[in-house]
């Protein structure tokens, strides 16, 4: 399975950017989507994460700024980031599972794309 991420660039503090993770592979059978981040000198951390069931989980540092969601139609997972800070600047990846529950962590990973805010 391949997850390409596009949509990231330079944008200034207070801005909005749109990622998109298009899929190789159908996602209406994978478990779960998520979005993580990992800025430089940091440990890659989870953002967001969508279930087959449409239940989301935003970390606490984005919630009520971004957004995740799926188009299944599409087999493409976004991210929509509004009130973007400098704190945000990161490269985003996009994660995919279609192993069970039980199995832990996911099974695909993007490339990421780099997400740069100024102030």
């Known amino acids: 399975v391949q997850l390409v991420e596009s949509g990231g660039g330079l944008v200034q503090a207070g801005g909005s950017l749109r990622l998109s993770c298009a899929a190789s592979r159908n996602i209406f059978s994978a478990n779960v989507m998520g979005w993580y981040r990992q800025a430089p000198g940091k440990e890659r951390e989870l953002v967001a994460e969508?279930?087959?069931?449409?239940?989301?989980y935003h970390a606490n540092s984005v919630k009520g700024r971004f957004t995740i969601s799926r188009d299944n139609a599409k087999n493409t997972l976004y991210l929509q980031m509004n009130s973007l800070k400098p704190e945000d600047t990161a490269m985003y990846y996009c994660?995919?599972?279609?192993?069970?529950?039980?199995?832990?962590?996911?099974?695909?990973w993007g490339q990421g794309t780099q997400v740069t805010v100024s102030t």
């Open positions: 994660a995919a599972k279609y192993s069970d529950y039980g199995v832990p962590g996911y099974d695909y």
């Open positions: 969508i279930r087959s069931g449409g239940t989301t």
